[in-house]
């Protein structure tokens, strides 16, 4: 059984940082996409970030460097660095990865998906 666990959630003022990490538990990431999409209050889940087993990543146009998603030194676990926080930044954050190797990153389906945690960003 595949779960994900997200962590570093909090609240923060405009132009801070804060670092997500996510924990994959039942499973390796090797070979598998990891991901973070994110839903605002009264907004559409959307796409943030993601990286392959290449370490090649993607990133939505509104971060666009500002997030940073990478692989953390501790086992099966993948972080997002966000830096220059906005309060339009302010969401639910959900970690996601897929239950088959070597998707194409650009694909934005996902199987798997953490129970998210908030991040409010205060202007």
């Known amino acids: 059984q595949v779960q994900l666990a997200e962590s570093g959630g909090g609240v923060v003022q405009a132009g801070g940082s804060l670092r997500l990490s996510c924990v994959v538990s039942?499973?390796?990431?090797?070979?598998?996409?990891m991901g973070w999409f994110r839903q605002a209050p009264g907004k559409e889940r959307e796409f943030v970030a993601a990286?392959?087993?290449?370490?090649?990543?993607l990133y939505a146009d509104s971060v666009k460097g500002r997030f940073r998603i990478s692989r953390d030194n501790a086992p099966n676990t993948v972080t997002l660095q966000m830096d220059s926080l906005k309060p339009e930044d302010t969401a639910v954050y959900y970690c996601?990865?897929?239950?088959?190797?070597?998707?194409?990153?650009?694909?934005?389906?996902?199987?798997?998906w953490g129970q998210g945690t908030q991040v409010i960003v205060s202007s």
């Open positions: 039942g499973r390796t990431l090797n070979g598998y996409r």
């Open positions: 996601v990865t897929d239950s088959g190797r070597f998707r194409p990153l650009p694909t934005r389906t996902y199987d798997y």
């Open positions: 990286m392959d087993w290449k370490d090649s990543s």
